[in-house]
């Protein structure tokens, strides 16, 4: 071979070999008690200029079940603000170079564990530092993964996490409203829907009963998503806070519905857009699970729960609601083998067509009542 035909050879298995994409590298790691969820519809974006990864959202459910703790988080300030937000660098292999100046994850809002409608903890609730980071790219339109571990530092919630690590675990969904999401590297900006659980690396006391919840919605006859978009009218539902009881315990969450109340007339007048929602839940635990409960968000039961659910069996329960606006459907599942207690939870996001997605937005809902209708 000549010498011209060995360089041509080498010069392109050099570009073969930087054109190849970054490897999958996800750390592995689970969340365990005790554990925050971050809704569905929040934001993981890149800016590879900066090197930066920002994911955020907003904190919904604070659980750990041993002690038993249970509250929904509230909005703090005078901007009523509850949100998450988690920075950090990576090279453009994706792998973790470093933090950002301040915390690098930063939890603000208040919950009420007591339910006396005073919160127990109001301000900065979390502060950590990350110390690693891993991806794993999905295929063929599956959700993309990362995972994050993180040292808390601060925050009126560390005594929680005393003395261990947390992990982070971000699920991101391909979308329409993002054109431009992650495609396995870190050469480029990207920006796409998450949503994410926080909790400790190992439990204090793991046990043999354990269940894992998945939550989709589906429009139109779409396929599932944890984000679903409908166009926006008037709605006679509001939401008002239901105390359940789960295994003997105490569990108070807001709720979606009419409450009681009778449907006013001018509610006809105003279209609704049919959300089918799926609660897929699997066993995955050692033991059988007994006296399965869904609380969801709305005021009407979730049945078709069977009556036990062996290990690594999974049920799929389904309810349709006609919305007029949008809302996050956060699922609790629960259930127990003899004494013990298992719980899971995830949220499914429906949001309104009135605007684009924007970064760290919430959707606060307000009276979108047509100008001149009464309530009669």
């Excluded at 298995?13 to 490897?23: D, G």
């Excluded at 659980?197 to 998503?225: H, M, N």
């Excluded at 539902?237 to 239901?242: L, M, N, S, T």
């Excluded at 007048?269 to 709305?298: A, C, H, K, M, W």
Aim: aromatic letters at 8%.
């Amino acid at each position: 071979m000549s010498s011209r035909r060995v360089f041509a050879s080498l010069l392109t298995a050099l570009c073969l070999v930087q054109a190849a994409p970054t490897s999958a590298a996800l750390l592995g790691l689970t969340t365990q008690d005790p554990t925050i969820d971050i809704a569905a519809g929040g934001v993981i974006a890149y800016n590879a200029a900066a090197g930066v990864v920002t994911v955020s959202g907003t904190p919904q459910l604070l659980q750990r079940l041993d002690p038993f703790l249970f509250a929904e988080f509230m909005g703090t300030g005078a901007d009523d603000e509850k949100l998450v937000t988690l920075q950090f660098r990576v090279d453009a292999n994706g792998q973790f170079v470093g933090g950002v100046d301040g915390p690098d994850l930063v939890i603000k809002g208040s919950v009420d564990v007591d339910f006396d409608g005073v919160p127990d903890y109001e301000g900065v609730l979390l502060e950590a530092e990350v110390s690693a980071f891993g991806f794993l790219n999905g295929q063929a339109g599956a959700n993309d993964r990362f995972d994050v571990r993180l040292t808390p530092t601060g925050g009126l919630l560390a005594n929680l996490f005393a003395g261990r690590d947390l992990a982070v675990v971000v699920d991101g969904e391909p979308s329409e409203d993002y054109p431009n999401p992650f495609g396995g590297g870190f050469a480029g900006d990207f920006v796409g829907l998450a949503k994410a659980s926080l909790g400790s690396i190992d439990a204090v006391a793991a046990g043999p009963c354990a269940l894992q919840v998945e939550t989709f919605c589906s429009v139109g006859g779409s396929r599932d998503r944890q984000v679903c978009r409908i166009k926006v009218t008037k709605s006679p539902k509001h939401w008002e806070h239901v105390t359940h009881q789960c295994q003997g315990r105490s569990l108070r969450v807001s709720k979606y519905g009419m409450h009681g109340s009778s449907v006013p007339a001018w509610a006809s007048r105003y279209q609704s857009t049919p959300v089918r929602f799926n609660y897929v839940i699997t066993n995955i635990g050692e033991t059988p699970v007994s006296n399965l409960q869904v609380i969801d968000s709305f005021d009407t039961d979730v049945t078709g729960l069977p009556a036990l659910l062996a290990p690594g069996a999974k049920v799929t329960v389904s309810r349709t609601e006609l919305l007029h606006e949008g809302l996050v459907n956060a699922v609790i599942v629960s259930g127990g083998y003899g004494a013990q207690m298992c719980m899971s939870r995830d949220s499914v996001a429906v949001k309104d067509k009135v605007r684009k997605k924007r970064q760290h937005d919430d959707d606060r809902y307000h009276d979108k009542r047509a100008r001149g209708d009464r309530d009669d």
